[in-house]
């Protein structure tokens, strides 16, 4: 059989050689169509700019919700922890109330020297107890009245006080924490009327002196 040799076969049936201008031309031609960009691509990117804003945009308003929310919520915990203190401080400051009775019977047995044995044993525990508590006494004689915590029941004039003064305290008051649960009961004392206080009394006896020196100096000259 003859070998053939036209048809593009060589001798040895080998396709023929193409031209050497015709492949580079359309590999080129190829890779050019690839790095072209994409008709519309300025469009898509600016559309996904936008999308990408308002996902921010969301985001925001999404944390500044959270962010509120929870501050709210602390607020929130805030108020049902002072109203829960309130509350139990009310409860504690009724119930001590109701004990001031007890309480002052045993400070009228103290003064009486009535206070022994098993007496004196309970009265010390429950004495003891409020304290824990946070049961105070207060009013004192000889302290300055003070009707935010004092109420006068008796009333008189005194030439040694200088201002309205506790002279006896006739049964104490009791607070706790910050709140009076009773105000003291007090006799009070007032300076007498037209009595001179002790600054006026000082100051017209260095007038006194000082008039005094003046005649002193004055006399021999008349003299």
């Not at 201008?21 to 990117?45: I, L, V």
């Not at 009773?182 to 206080?197: D, H, M, N």
């Amino acid at each position: 059989m003859s070998e053939e040799t036209a048809g593009g076969f060589d001798e040895k049936n080998e396709p023929a050689d193409v031209s050497d201008g015709a492949a580079p031309d359309a590999a080129e031609e190829g890779r050019s169509e690839q790095e072209r960009p994409a008709p519309g691509g300025d469009a898509q990117q600016a559309g996904l700019t936008a999308q990408l804003d308002q996902v921010r945009t969301a985001l925001g308003e999404r944390t500044a919700d959270l962010q509120r929310l929870q501050a709210e919520y602390q607020n929130y915990r805030r108020r049902v922890e002072r109203d829960r203190i309130a509350v139990k401080e009310l409860a504690v400051a009724n119930l001590l109330s109701e004990v001031l009775p007890v309480l002052d019977d045993i400070g009228r047995a103290r003064e009486h020297e009535e206070l022994t044995g098993g007496f004196k044993s309970v009265a010390d525990s429950l004495e003891s107890i409020t304290a824990k508590m946070g049961l105070e006494q207060f009013g004192e004689e000889g302290e300055p009245f003070d009707p935010t915590i004092h109420e006068a029941l008796m009333h008189s004039y005194a030439p040694d006080v200088t201002e309205t003064t506790c002279v006896a305290i006739l049964q104490p008051g009791y607070r706790f924490g910050e709140r009076t649960i009773r105000p003291a009961r007090v006799a009070v004392a007032e300076p007498q009327p037209g009595a001179a206080t002790p600054a006026k009394e000082q100051a017209g006896s260095e007038e006194d002196k000082a008039a005094s020196a003046d005649e002193e100096k004055d006399g021999p000259d008349k003299g």
